[in-house]
């Protein structure tokens, strides 16, 4: 296991003795067929819509943007994390909120900790309030 040159262990042996100890949660992905994983979302955007009173209008944006959303969602890929951005009224909202709507309906198994998958929607407002001090 050691270099005898240098007297150190060797890095691909650490790494063999490391390696099994290492232990990490997968990645979340939906594993459905992209053209279903569409339909889903798509049927969940207009249902965030529809009950804020809204009358959901179909455009090729919002084809874009789930069509991405989903691809993230359903491919193999090292990234952990996806970010929505854009300006006031792009519909990054709608997508995590509807993306809320498709986990509570698919109820996907969490096996890592023994529960189903969801996500907590954190907004501008209230990371603003963490920083605010209440007045009394």
Known sequence: MENVKTNTPNVEDMMQLMRPQRSSKPRFQLRMEQSKAFAVMMA??????????????????????????????????????????????????TMVKAFLWMLNFLGIRDDWNNTVYGIQIVTAKDIVQLFTKPTS
């Open 44 to 93: 969940a955007w207009r249902i965030e819509v529809e009950d804020r009173y809204r009358e959901f209008r179909y455009s090729a944006d919002v084809e874009i943007q789930i069509t991405q959303f989903v691809k993230w969602m359903t491919q193999q890929s090292p990234q952990f994390g996806v970010i929505i951005c854009g300006n006031c009224g792009n519909g990054k909202t």
